[in-house]
C-alpha cells in the first residue's frame, strides 16, 4: 500500500540560484519529500534556437535531490518560446471568431500544427534524454492543464484539414455524413470531404452534429498530443511515472481517453478560486467562501480516479489566496489542512501545494504560495508542516476500495448539453454534480465511472443523470448489474450522431425502464413544477412528459398529473431536474431499497472512507459532536467535538 505524502511546485528559473539550498533544505524541514519543477521553462532550457542549456537545470536537479526530494519534470510545452512562435506563426490557435490567440501568456498553440508537434517531440525527446534516467526523477508532467483558458479547440487552417481527415475517416463515404448529420436540412449537403467548414462564424447556430463531430475531433486531437508526448518520454525515461494535471470542471475534452496513456492522473485543486467562478448562488458562496464547496473537490478527487488506473495525485492544491477568480478570499485557518487530508481520503498517493513561494512578479503576483515574496514563511507554511506531522502519526496510505455506488460520469454527455442546453442554464457538469452532493449527505462513498460495463459492475446503485445516448450494450448492462438505477432527465434522448431516436428518448434504454419521453421543456429562473407541496418538491429547469407502457409503475406524479418518477423492477426513470428536496427523497430512498446503511449528515459534515479509515470533516462554522459517527472508536486523529476545518480519523472496522 503507498505511502501518502506532500510535494510542492518551485519554479528554479525564477529565482537566483544562492536561494536553491535553501529552499530545498526547508521543504524537507516541513515534511515535503517531492517537488515538480520545469513544467514553464522551455525558454531557459532553449534560449535560442537548438541551443540547449541544460547545466542550470542540472544543478536545479541537483540541489533537489541532494536534500532528498523526489523530483517530477514538467514537459515545457505549454509555454513555447518567442522564438519558435516567429519561426512557426502558423502554430498559433485561432479561437471560434477566427482571431489569434497570440504569444504574451502560455497555452499559445494549434493541437492540430504537425510542425509543433515535431518541436514539442524534440525539445520533450531533449529533455528526457538528459535527465530521464536521474535517480530522483520520480515521475513526468506531460505540459500542463491541458484546455486551460480555454485552448482545447482551434479554428485554424490545420485544424480544418484535419478535420476533414478525421470526417473521412470516421464517415469513408460523403453520404454518410450528411445522413448522420442531417444535412439536407437547410441545405447543407455536402460532395465531398473537402468542403467540410470548421463549424465556427455561421450565421446563426451551426448543426448539432456537426458539432459535436467537431469536439470529439478536437478531443482527439489533444488525446494524440499527448499519447505522442508520453511515448518519447517512456522510452528514455523507463520505470517513472507519466502524469498529467487537469483542471477541475472542466469538460471539453474526453479526459477518460488522455488517462489511457497515464500512469497516474493528477489535478489542480483550487477550491476557493472554483467557488467564486462556479454557479452555485451567492448565499452559498458566501457561506462557503473562505473553506469551499464541500463537494467539489471531493467530486474530483473521485473523477480523476475513475480517469485512469485509479492512482492519482492532486499537482496543485491551493494553500493561499489565488489571483484568478472573480473575488480571491483568503483561505480559513487550517482549511488546506482539511482539503489535503479529504484528498488522502479519497486515495490520492500525493497532495503538492502551489506554490512554494508567491512570485513578485508577471501574471500571478496575488497568489499567495507557502512562503511570501521576501522568503518569510506564510500562514500555510506552519499548516502544511503539520499535515506532514499528522500523515506519519496515522501512516496513512492509500486503500481504496470499489463503492456500491457509481455516479456516472461522461464527457459526450457534457459537449452533448453544451452544444444543445434548450434552457440557458442547463449544465451537465452541475447535474452531476448535484447528485453527488445527495450521495454525499447520506454519507455514502461513491466512485463515478464512465459509462462502460466494466464500471458498471458490481455496485448496487447507479445514478445516471442525463446521459446524451444510450446503446444496447449498456442497456444491457445494466440489466445485468443486478443494480438499483436512476436514470434521466434526457438519459438516451439523442443517438450517437446527435439525432432524436426513432423510437424515442430514452433510446436503447426504453424497455430497461418501459417509459418513452415525448415532450420537454426548459423553465426559467424561478420557474417550476410542484410535485409535492407539502414536502416542498419541485422540478426545476427541465422537465419532460413520459408516457409510461404497461410494465412500468408511476412512483411518484407531479401536481399537474404527469408522472415524475417511473419504475420497472429495479429501473428508474426521473422525468425532471429535482430541487434538492426532491433529489434527496429519491436518493434515501433508491439507497435504503439497494441495502445501503446511510447516514444523513447536516450540510457542512462529510465522511469518507479509505479502507478501514474513516475521515470526518467539518467546513462549518460551529463545533460539532461526532460522537454519532464515530461510536466508541479511539480517534487517530481530532477530537470529538470537530472544530471547524477540523478533520477527525478513525478506524471503523475495529
Ligand atoms: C493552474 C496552473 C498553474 C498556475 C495556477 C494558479 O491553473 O497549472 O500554472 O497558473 O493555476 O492558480
Redesign the pocket.
Known sequence: MTKQRLGV?YYPEHWPEAFWDGDARRMREIGLSCVRIG??AWSRLEPVEGRYDFEWFKRAIDVLAGAGLDIVLGTPT?TPPKWLVDKMPDMIALDVHGRARNFGS?RHYCFSYEPYILECERIVAAVAEAFGDHPHVVAWQID??YG?HDTVESYSNSARDAFRLWCERKYRDIEALNGAWGNVFWSMELSRFDQIELPNLTVTEANPSHLIDFQRFSSDQLVAFNKRQAEIVRRRSPGRDILH?F?GSFTSFDHFAVGRDLDVVAW?S?PL?FLERGNRDDLFKQRFMRVGDPDFQAFHHDLYRACGRGRWWV??Q?PGA???APWNPLPAESVARLWSFEAFAAGAEVVSY??WRQAPFA??QM?EGLLLPNCQPNDSYHVVAKVAQELAKIDARVETRRADVALVFDYESAFAWKIQPQGWNFSYFDIVLNFYEGLRRLGLNIDIAPPTPEALLGRKLIIAPALFSSSEALAQAMEASGAVILLGPRSGSKTQDFQIPPELPPGAFRNLVGISVCRVESLRPGGSIMVDPAADTMFQCWREIVAAGDAAEIVLRCRDGEPALTRRERFYYLAGLPNDFLRDAILRGLSEEAGLAIRELPAHIRIRDNGPMRYVFNYGEQDFDISAIAGDARLLLGERLLAPCGVAVFNWER
Open positions: 511546485c513544467e514553464f505549454a502560455r500542463n492543464e486551460c494535471n483542471m489542480d483550487y478560486g499537482m496543485e491551493q489565488v489571483n484568478w502551489f506554490r501574471q500571478e497568489h
